[in-house]
């Protein structure tokens, strides 16, 4: 189904002063899929449901009640407030499928991480959410890949960054939300 047709990103990276923890995906699903203007949107990825475990212990937490819908507030509010940074490693793809998969999205252009942690002063910590997203980060940094729910290190102008591999939030990724729950957590856990 590939038509060529290249997709810009949708969103504007999400860049609280605060942050400490740059959360990179690939890319969106179609707009279709949306039940939020923000990231993570499609209503059968679990990434806030992941973090309705980790902090409300309710994978519930950020769902508006009654609606196939996320609170982005609710969201927001919590990204600000613990210091997460959100956006993707693709700021073009082509679909090569009519679905988000990464094995289906051709990456046309990739995102400058280094100018957003340039932004980051205080980033730490670079989580990658599949594997595209670990991918272009390897390539970018020429570091190790390191395990689902392991990190490495990679050093960027003096700055030592923990770089961790997350399992997908996806559903098609074959594992509970509640033991992707215990894989995020380590993240936030795990000191410097």
């Known amino acids: 189904m590939n038509n060529n047709t290249i997709e810009s990103h949708p969103l504007q990276p999400f860049l609280p002063e ?37 902090f409300y212990n309710d994978k519930h937490h950020f769902e508006i009640k009654g609606e196939k819908r996320f609170d982005k507030d609710k969201i927001v509010d919590l990204c600000k407030d613990k210091g997460f940074a959100l956006y993707d490693t693709a700021s073009e793809i082509i679909r090569l499928k009519d679905n988000a998969s990464d094995k289906f ?21 670079i989580v990658t959410t599949g594997q595209k997203a670990t991918d272009i980060i390897i390539d970018i940094f020429q570091c190790e890949e390191p395990k689902v729910g392991e990190e490495t290190e990679i050093i960027y102008n003096d700055r030592v960054i923990n770089f961790w591999r997350m399992p997908s939030s996806s559903r098609a990724y074959p594992m509970k939300v ?15």
Not at 18 to 26: E, T, Y
Not at 33 to 52: L, T, V
Not at 113 to 123: A, D, T
């Open 18 to 54: 605060n942050a400490k923890i740059l959360m990179l995906g690939s890319f969106p699903p179609k707009k279709e899929k949306w039940s939020m203007e923000f990231f993570y949107p499609n209503w059968i990825n679990d990434m806030w449901r992941i973090w309705g475990l980790i």
């Open 105 to 125: 999205l051709e990456v046309v252009k990739r995102t400058d991480v280094k100018e957003l942690l340039e932004i980051l002063p205080e980033c730490e910590k």
């Open 178 to 192: 509640e033991a992707k729950a215990e894989f995020y957590r380590k993240i936030i856990l795990k000191k410097r």
